[in-house]
């Protein structure tokens, strides 16, 4: 509605403000605030007068005037990077329904580390999708903006040169639960099939080939399905592709990642050392790898057990479906932006926090013990 002012009274020609309807209602502009904000105390009447003309007009309340009044934009940024990958997706999807519920709503910002952003957004606070991301903002644009931070992670051993509250993966856990899981379904040859040699994929390369070392010795390299041919060789340098899934060339959206899966497939079809089963990196990936098998005429399970870790959604639409660790994206996600919201409103978080995890059952493990 535009308005303008008409011996005292308001008829159309521009936007009406909060100074209009307090002119119109015959009150100060700090009532109307209070009425339209529900804070503070205003007769009831006056109220109910306020509103009626707020109503009547079509007031809309500026919310850049408002988040300056208040201090509080209500609006959290997600450095995800690429919500073309099934696992952030649906963190972030956690993120944006439990902010929503606490009044509060969440921007992915989905251009690759462009922190200096937060220069130009009103925010209130800052979610990332992993350690590695968190550590590069606070090296960066962090050092000079001090908003409240939170971020996912997967590795629990990490410790951050500025405290900075997290909801935590376990891969070490995750890791072995799939490899105990496997061993009691009675498979020994346990491999491990990964498209990179970086980040959460070399975390998961070590937990498995420390454990699986213990298990049967160095021979359990013989089972590794290794895509890029580099992982024998792992880097210790904490500077590890901080992009964390993210490529230059391929990207490590869904669709490489789930390409990584079909040659870790035919890695296998050509493998002289066949492992009897095999944990792959993600879900995505173990979707591309039993889809390739089935198509090179290799059985899953019969011929080989393909195991996932995530447990993401859409597992559920293919056949066979995939056994994996669910991870919970979502809740790691919610998880997040609780904490965030709660260190906003003053109340007590932990900073330490861990997701859950554990077996979700499908049809891609033979069960050789029973």
């Not at 009274?9 to 529900?38: C, F, H, P, Q």
């Not at 790898?289 to 057990?305: A, C, F, W």
Request: glycine share 8%.
């Amino acid at each position: 509605m535009i308005l303008t002012e008409r011996d005292g009274k308001m008829s159309e020609g521009r936007s009406i403000t909060r100074k209009d309807i307090a002119r119109e209602a015959g009150v100060s502009i700090s009532v109307v605030s209070r009425a339209l904000n529900n804070s503070g105390y205003v007769e009831k009447e006056k109220k109910k007068r306020i509103i009626d003309i707020a109503n009547q007009y079509g007031y809309i309340p500026n919310p850049i005037a408002m988040a300056l009044q208040q201090k509080k934009t209500h609006q959290l940024l997600f450095f995800c990077g690429d919500l073309t990958g099934t696992y952030y997706n649906q963190m972030y999807h956690g993120m944006a329904r439990a902010a929503e519920k606490r009044g509060y709503y969440v921007q992915a910002i989905v251009t690759r580390k462009h922190f200096d952003m937060v220069k130009t957004i009103l925010t209130d606070g800052i979610l990332f999708p992993s350690e590695r991301t968190a550590i590069e903002y606070a090296k960066t644009v962090g050092k000079n903006y001090h908003l409240p931070t939170v971020t996912a992670s997967f590795d629990a051993s990490y410790i951050f040169a500025k405290p900075m509250p997290c909801v935590i993966i376990d891969n070490y856990k995750v890791v072995n639960l799939a490899i105990d899981y496997l061993m009691h379904n009675g498979h020994t040859r346990i491999g491990m099939a990964l498209p990179f040699n970086s980040g959460h994929a070399n975390q998961r390369f070590k937990h498995w080939r420390e454990r699986m070392t213990l298990e049967i010795g160095e021979e359990c390299l013989r089972y590794l399905l290794d895509v890029k041919g580099e992982l024998k060789m792992p880097r210790e340098s904490e500077h590890d592709d901080l992009d964390d899934f993210y490529c230059e060339d391929e990207g490590f959206s869904y669709y490489s990642l789930f390409f990584a899966g079909k040659m870790a497939a035919r890695l296998y079809a050509e493998a002289r050392y066949k492992p009897s089963a095999v944990i792959c990196f993600n879900d995505d990936m173990a979707l591309g790898m039993v889809g390739e098998l089935l198509r090179l005429g290799i059985r899953v399970p019969q011929d080989v057990s393909v195991m996932g870790i995530d447990g993401i959604f859409t597992r559920n639409y293919y056949a066979p479906k995939l056994t994996t660790v669910g991870t919970y994206p979502e809740r790691q996600g919610a998880k997040c932006a609780e904490i965030l919201i709660d260190m906003l409103e003053g109340r007590k978080y932990k900073y330490m926090n861990y997701s859950p995890y554990k077996i979700l059952e499908g049809e891609t493990v033979l069960k050789i013990r029973y």
